[in-house]
């Protein structure tokens, strides 16, 4: 078996238990991971934030930094394959996808490597003749960065690059489902050159390692990608540290087709939304609200989609849906598709598991007009639609925003003045029109209400992981006049 290790303060090490990882496509152990607990954990941030006070990291220049991340950035291209098939061993994701997508996590460390001397302070017109005043912009402190099974390389990228470039240490926590990938990157952190301590990167489990890290008294800001509910625990522990947070969270994104649509482009974008990735992304398209009179036209064609769907072994290029990744992400949907069934949705196709090895489960659409279904509240993380029907703009707008999250929505429509209007009235932290799960490095990405808070992505992102420092400077030889009266 395949042995993986932690990678604390520029050394790789054991952790202080281990465990076995899991290859879902066959449900069989294939890898040994290090488990991380509270002393592995008190010794990445020891170390990270020792580099950040006194190290040589905090000698470094900006532009120094910079070029430490373009290095990075060169590393990742040249393994984007190695680190993909890992990824698609570890987690199922289809190696179709995880090559692509890890080879354009390259270009959020590039775009993150340029931004690293571009994050400039400013100088303040004060009210005062004898006094300069200005604000220096300081990294944030020692950041725990903690990331969800899912698209584990590009959801640390997020997070690792804007953080190195505002001039971070981190201790990053890989899921325990799946953390070979993260574990590997940390080959090319050290290939790279980054002082011992910068990157500090462990994997465990929630309550003995994520909980030990976020609420340890030297972590200043907490970067947590994840569901809701373990939020909550992150935000608590945070009570402890006060360190602020960033929460990526979950969705239930809806996905607006009106009649003028381009109908086949719209159903290839809704594949893409809730089918790609196994659904198990975080912006899944999985409330498909529907305009009625092309409600059945259009159901006929996603049915015909999703039942050709190529469902395989996620190491085949052909290979279009994959495993999910742990038998307990299956397990939750098989229960949710039946407790929704149960609650009057009508089965369009799926919702089944296919025989043999593995955790698959068949691409599956749910009409749920007429019901009180809870697939149409509750995340599935998977391969499922759920589908409503409106007759008008302003219901398609109540049934869109008829949600506690708010990440992402889909808009299909050729009627600009439409477009407008609703882009305006849709609660969601980002809009496609007439496309769907287009991402970028320059674009911010994040949502609203239970999809949490904060950005990533785009230049504000590192300026998150910065805080000013407003210095006063007096200007006049003069003895300062009166002590007693405030300046
Ligand atoms: P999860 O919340 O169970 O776990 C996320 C991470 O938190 C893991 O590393 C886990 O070990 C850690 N953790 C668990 N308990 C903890 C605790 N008490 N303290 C600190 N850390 C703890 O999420 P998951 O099931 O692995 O991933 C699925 C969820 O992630 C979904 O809800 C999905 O929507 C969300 N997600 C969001 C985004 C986004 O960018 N908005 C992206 C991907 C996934």
């Not at 950035?73 to 692509?100: F, P, Y």
């Not at 030990?212 to 509910?229: C, N, Q, W, Y």
Request: one cysteine or more; a negative charge; glycine letters at 10%.
């Amino acid at each position: 078996m395949q042995r993986f290790q932690c990678y604390i303060d520029g050394e790789f090490a054991d952790g202080e238990a281990r465990f076995e990882s899991i290859d879902p496509a066959t449900g069989a152990a294939w890898a040994e991971m290090p488990e991380a607990r509270e002393a592995d954990v008190n010794r990445a941030v020891e170390a990270a934030h020792r580099t950040l006070s006194a190290g040589p990291w905090s000698k470094l220049t900006a532009t120094q930094r910079g070029k430490l991340l373009y290095k990075l950035a060169d590393l990742v291209a040249e393994n984007a394959q190695k680190l993909a098939e890992l990824e698609t061993r570890d987690t199922g994701k289809i190696i179709r996808e995880t090559s692509a997508q890890i080879a354009y996590v390259a270009e959020y460390y590039r775009y993150y490597a340029g931004i690293a001397d571009k994050i400039e302070g400013s100088y303040l017109p004060i009210d005062k003749p004898d006094m300069d005043v200005w604000l220096r912009r300081e990294p944030i402190g020692v950041v725990a960065m903690v990331v969800p099974w899912n698209s584990q390389l590009f959801l640390s990228a997020v997070k690792i690059g804007p953080a190195l470039a505002a001039g971070c240490t981190m201790v990053v926590k890989a899921s325990e489902d799946g953390p070979a990938p993260v574990l590997e990157f940390a080959r090319l952190i050290h290939e790279a050159g980054f002082p011992a301590g910068v990157v500090n990167i462990i994997t465990g489990f929630g309550p003995a390692c994520g909980a030990a890290l976020s609420r340890h008294p030297k972590v200043d800001h907490i970067a947590f990608t994840g569901g809701p509910e373990t939020a909550r625990h992150v935000v608590r522990n945070s009570a402890e540290n006060l360190a602020s947070t960033s929460l990526e969270l979950g969705g239930k994104s809806p996905f607006i087709v009106f009649a003028d649509a381009d109908l086949e482009s719209a159903a290839n974008a809704q594949v893409a939304g809730i089918f790609a990735a196994t659904g198990q992304s975080c912006v899944a398209g999985s409330r498909l609200i529907v305009e009625t009179s092309v409600k059945d036209r259009f159901l006929d064609i996603l049915k015909a989609k999703a039942e050709a769907v190529r469902i395989g072994s996620p190491l085949d290029m052909a290979t279009e849906v994959g495993p999910l990744a742990t038998r307990r992400q299956r397990d939750h949907i098989e229960a949710l598709v039946e407790r929704s069934l149960a609650a009057g949705a009508k089965l369009v196709t799926g919702g089944t598991a296919p025989e043999g090895a593995g955790y698959y489960y068949r691409p599956t659409i749910l009409d749920c007009d007429g019901s009180a279904s809870p697939s149409l509240d509750e995340e599935f993380f998977g391969p499922v639609l759920s589908v409503l029907s409106f007759e008008t703009e302003a219901e398609a707008l109540e049934l869109a925003n008829n949600t506690r999250y708010g990440l992402a929505a889909g808009l299909f429509t050729r009627d600009l003045t439409r477009a407008h209007r609703l882009i305006k009235g849709i609660r969601a932290g980002i809009v496609w029109v007439n496309t769907y799960r287009a991402v970028s490095p320059i674009a911010p990405f994040g949502g609203f209400g239970l999809s949490g808070h904060g950005r990533e992505g785009g230049m504000a992102a590192a300026l998150d992981f910065t805080r000013t420092k407003t210095v006063w400077l007096r200007t006049s030889d003069e003895p300062i006049p009166d002590p007693f009266v405030m300046r």
